[in-house]
């Protein structure tokens, strides 16, 4: 089993719409939780970390789940700008700055 | 000017030379590592540094060597290339201290191993 899973996708999403995908961690140690979001074949680059309490961000909230380990992001009101792979991002232990990725869930944004 | 440059961008090699993948960064960060990322893998951590003299294996090591020459540099070699080893490359940069979980990524490499 992957430290990190996710749904690879793609979610094909009419502009405007909610999209919403999840991520799950295999390590129940897991200390810290991020989203990174990566255009096409580009650098990866934060988009926003995931609090125990949930946070929002503008249209992305983001959900932890620690009794089922899993992440989510929720993405409202879909915007074309929006297409991109989202990676989810685990610290495994509160030592270090150690990053796992999971696979990346691509979504497409459609007028 | 970005933050965090690699060189080269594109690389077409042949299996069994040596090449070497460069990573410069003006962040002022003590902590860099080194990634590949193939299709459907996600990122995987190969080498990183949290300053001059520490280097650690990451969880894919076996192929690479880096040199961490400066706070800044952060070089990863491939003594002799093979196939297998054709990705996307990824240098990275974080803090230590208060909110030195965020990476920040450089452009990439890609890397082509015939």
């Known amino acids: 089993r992957k430290e990190v899973e996710q749904d690879p996708g793609p979610f094909n999403v009419p502009e405007g719409a909610t999209v919403a995908f999840n991520c799950t961690y295999s390590?129940?140690?897991?200390?810290?939780f991020f989203w990174y979001r990566q255009d096409c074949r580009k650098e990866p680059k934060l988009l926003m970390s995931?609090?125990?309490s949930g946070n929002e961000d503008g249209r992305f909230t983001a959900q932890l789940n620690r009794a089922s380990q899993y992440i989510s992001l929720l993405i409202r009101d879909s915007k074309l700008s929006d297409s991109a792979t989202y990676l989810c991002?685990?610290?495994?232990?509160?030592?270090?700055?150690?990053?796992?990725f999971g696979g990346g869930t691509r979504v497409l944004v459609k007028p | 000017d970005a933050d965090v440059t690699q060189t080269p961008r594109n690389r077409i090699t042949k299996t069994g030379k040596r090449i070497m993948l460069e990573c410069s960064q003006t962040?002022?960060?003590?902590?860099m590592y080194w990634y590949r990322q193939d299709p459907g893998l996600g990122l995987r951590l190969i080498y990183y540094?949290?300053?001059?003299?520490?280097?650690n294996k990451g969880e894919i090591s076996d192929g690479y060597s880096v040199s961490r020459q400066a706070q800044a540099k952060f070089s990863l070699s491939l003594e002799s290339a093979i196939p297998n080893q054709t990705a996307l490359y990824f240098c990275?940069?974080?803090?230590?201290?208060?909110?030195?979980?965020?990476?920040?990524f450089g452009p990439g490499t890609r890397l082509t191993v015939l």
């Open positions: 962040k002022g960060h003590d902590r």
């Open positions: 540094s949290f300053d001059v003299k520490d280097i």
């Open positions: 390590n129940s140690a897991s200390q810290s």
């Open positions: 990275a940069t974080s803090d230590h201290g208060q909110g030195g979980d965020e990476q920040f």
């Open positions: 991002v685990v610290t495994p232990n509160a030592a270090g700055n150690k990053l796992t």
């Open positions: 995931v609090y125990s």
